[in-house]
C-alpha cells in the first residue's frame, strides 16, 4: 500500500473526528476528552462494500465488541453506558472506536493505552476479515479534548514518573497500513507507539 491515504479516506476521519469533537456521536457520551481509533478498509472507497445489517444482525450482535448492541443509521454499534462505543458503518466497511475520559487529574499510563490499542486492533483487524472485507486497512488514532491530562511512562496512574502534561490538543497520529492480519499485532502498531512516546516526549527519558 502506497503511504499516500487517498483523499476519500482523509476527509471520512476528518469528518468522523469534527462530529465526535462537537458531540454528534451514535451515543450520548459523559467525558470530553476522547480516544479515537479508526481502522478503515480501502476497499471501502473504491468498490461497493456495503453490508447489508439485515443479514447479518444475529451475528453482529453476538460480537460482543460492548455490552449493548443495536442497529443505528450508520450500520451497527456495540455501546458500554456512556463511556465507550464501537461504530460499523454499512456503507464503507470502516469501524470506529470512541472511548471518553474525564478527569484531568488522572495519571493515564501510556503501557495502558498502548495494551488498549493492541486489543482493538486484534479484535477489528480480524472481525473485519470475517466480513470477507479485505486488506489492506488504514488504521488512524487521535486524540481530543486531552489538554491538562496527564501522560505517564509506567505501569501505574499513580506513579507519576516523567509525566507529559498534555498541551497539543487535539493529537492526530500518522497512518498505520495493516497489509496483513496475521502478522503480529505489537510489530504492526510498534510505529505507532513509537510516535506517540515521541509526542508524549517520552524518549528523552530513555
Known amino acids: 500500500m502506497s503511504n499516500s491515504t487517498p483523499e476519500e479516506i482523509l476527509k471520512f476521519k476528518k469528518d468522523r473526528i469534527d462530529k465526535i469533537s462537537s458531540d454528534q456521536t451514535p451515543i450520548e457520551l459523559d467525558y470530553p476528552a476522547r480516544f479515537i481509533l479508526h ?3 480501502l476497499s471501502g472507497f473504491r468498490t461497493n462494500t456495503s453490508i447489508d445489517i439485515s443479514d447479518n444482525y444475529v451475528w453482529l450482535r453476538g ?10 443509521q450508520d450500520g451497527f454499534i456495540w455501546w458500554h453506558k456512556e463511556e465507550r462505543y464501537t461504530q460499523l458503518f454499512n456503507k464503507n466497511g470502516s469501524i470506529e472506536y470512541v472511548e471518553g475520559h474525564s478527569d484531568p487529574q488522572y495519571s493515564i499510563p501510556i503501557k495502558c493505552l498502548e495494551s488498549l490499542l493492541i486489543d482493538k486492533t ?19 488514532f487521535s486524540l481530543i479534548n486531552i489538554k491538562g491530562f496527564s501522560f505517564v511512562d509506567s505501569d501505574s496512574p499513580t506513579r507519576n514518573i516523567h509525566p507529559y502534561i498534555g ?3 487535539p493529537i492526530f497520529l500518522s497512518e498505520i497500513p495493516i497489509d496483513d492480519t ?4 505489537e510489530i504492526i502498531l510498534k510505529p505507532l507507539f513509537d510516535e506517540i512516546r515521541q509526542t508524549f516526549d517520552f524518549f528523552k527519558f530513555q
Not at 128 to 135: D, G, H, S, V
Not at 182 to 185: F, G, K, P, R
Open 39 to 41: 481502522i478503515i478498509p
Open 63 to 72: 460480537q460482543g465488541f460492548e455490552s449493548d448492541s443495536k442497529s443505528n
Open 122 to 140: 486484534n479484535r477489528c483487524a480480524p472481525f473485519l476479515a470475517e466480513l470477507t472485507i479485505p486488506t489492506p486497512y488504514s488504521l488512524f
Open 167 to 169: 498541551s497539543k490538543d
Open 182 to 185: 496475521n502478522i503480529s499485532t
